[in-house]
């Protein structure tokens, strides 16, 4: 049973059972017969499909956007935003999928050689809470515009954001068993990964889930495309705008509740500008309100679990037992509701608790380096690699460093985000593949190559 609880008051919601292995059995089956037509579905008539799928979620943007804030605890205007990113990014292909699937000609002994790109069949999106219709999107528009059909097995705690991403799909009139929504627990999954007709998996989480199910697909053969945890560093340096960098690094914090795996988790201060900065990085968390995530003027809600609140605590206060400083926040809050304040640690060093871990939630943690180099070396003090800034009036010193950050994206001067036209993954334990861009759309595709007669020269 799926129980999905409303963590700004504690409450029960709603229950939704889960699908029986019949039932189960008859998804994959649907995917796998729907694929046999599908797959012969012009690009046209793909595009024509996920724009209708886009303009859908801008029309009930409002609805869409409740069911998160109610079942995860998204304010209610970042989940408007993220309706209209997910919207984005099944646009993206539809304008962009046929260019990036584009024959390509290679020369070779043949009278004319190329490679192909063609779909594999169903693939699993294994999916999490924190971006319930942004993450389901990124996993199923480049995957249906390629020619494939999806099975989506999305977290228990968000259920009608599941049954909602599918019922899009069925809204306006997409062949049955194009994309699906599986109710099924971790040990399903185990089925769908293992039966014949499902080719690939795509999944967003912990690296211990990642380590999990790339164990299995391998066991399979089948391909994987991982994004997992991150620890992500944002370096700032003496030369910086401190304003600025101040200003986007607090949202880069606190977007989500903090709970996004590419938000600022480690800002590694140069020390002639570490106190300056830290005033100023203050003064923009200290403003922030916190509250009801279906108040128009709320920045931070709930943490979506009361058990993912409680380990954010014990980071905070094993961090403080450990020689950091707590300038604001790190209280349990009383009353009903998950929600944990925004929280400044400073003079944090790399073996303490939250450098140490991925932080989950309002945490700004704030580390002092002696040089440029010493902050390159704290940023890559890391088991994670997946997103990174810096923050320099020296652009191309920047760049140049940006080869030797181990992390799948850097961003300079800026906040780092995921966009569809851009490619997005890790390294490390951030797992590996890429999401969004034209690489993505190249990890669930079979590169035929085809090779015609008669060879040159003969």
């Known amino acids: 049973m799926f129980i999905a609880t409303n963590p700004a008051t504690g409450e029960e919601l709603h229950r ?37 799928v886009a303009r859908f979620m801008r029309d009930d943007e409002e609805r869409l956007a409740r069911l998160m804030t109610d079942e995860m605890g998204k304010p209610i205007v970042e989940a408007r935003g993220e309706v209209q990113k997910a919207a984005w990014c099944a646009e993206h292909y539809a304008e962009k999928g046929a260019e990036y699937l584009a024959p390509v000609t290679l020369p ?71 994309m699906q929504n599986l109710r099924i627990n971790n040990e399903q999954v185990e089925t769908v990964l293992k039966h014949d007709a499902v080719q690939a998996v795509s999944l967003t989480g912990s690296s211990a889930a990642g380590s999990a199910v790339a164990s299995l697909a391998a066991s399979q053969i089948k391909p994987a495309v991982l994004e997992l945890g991150g620890s992500d560093p944002s370096l700032v340096f003496s030369d910086a705008d401190l304003d600025e960098a101040a200003k986007t690094l607090a949202l880069s914090r606190i977007i989500n509740a903090g709970q996004s795996c590419i938000a600022a988790k480690r800002i590694i201060v140069e020390a002639p500008v570490y106190e300056s900065f830290i005033e100023k990085f203050y003064a923009h968390l200290s403003a922030l309100k916190m509250g009801d995530p279906a108040d128009e003027t709320t920045q931070v809600g709930p943490i979506a679990r009361e058990d993912l609140r409680d380990g ?27 929600y944990y304040p925004v929280t400044l640690l400073v003079d944090v060093t790399p073996e303490m608790q939250v450098s140490c871990e991925e932080t989950f939630g309002p945490i700004a943690v704030v580390m002092k380096a002696e040089s440029v180099e010493h902050s390159l070396e704290i940023a890559n003090d890391t088991i994670y690699g997946l997103a990174a800034s810096v923050w320099t009036a020296d652009v191309a010193l920047a760049e140049r460093m940006s080869r030797d950050i181990e992390a799948g994206q850097v961003a300079i001067n800026g906040i780092v985000k995921t966009d569809p036209r851009l490619p997005s993954g890790g390294v490390k334990r951030s797992g590996y593949g890429r999401e969004l861009g034209p690489h993505g759309i190249m990890e669930f595709v079979n590169a035929q190559q085809v090779w015609i007669g008669p060879k040159v020269g003969t």
């Not at 389901?136 to 977290?155: E, V, Y």
């Not at 980071?315 to 300038?327: D, F, I, N, P, Y």
Request: glycine share 8%; aromatic share 8%.
């Open 16 to 52: 939704y059972p889960l699908n029986d292995n019949a039932t189960l059995s008859k998804k994959i089956d649907q995917a796998a017969e729907t694929f046999k037509s599908w797959r012969k579905t012009t690009f046209e008539e793909r595009s024509a499909l996920l724009r209708k």
């Open 312 to 338: 954010l605590h014990r980071q905070v206060t094993t961090t403080v037992k450990q020689g950091g400083r707590c300038l604001l926040g790190g209280e349990m809050p009383e009353g009903p509701g998950y």
């Open 108 to 178: 070779s002994d043949a009278t004319h050689s190329y490679v192909q790109h063609l779909p594999l069949g169903p693939v699993l999106g294994i999916l999490p809470w924190n971006a319930p219709f942004w993450l389901a999107f990124r996993f199923c528009a480049p995957a249906i515009m390629a020619g494939n059909t999806c099975l989506m097995k999305h977290d228990p705690h968000v259920p009608a954001c599941a049954e909602a991403i599918a019922e899009v799909f069925e809204r306006v009139g997409a062949p049955a068993g194009l």
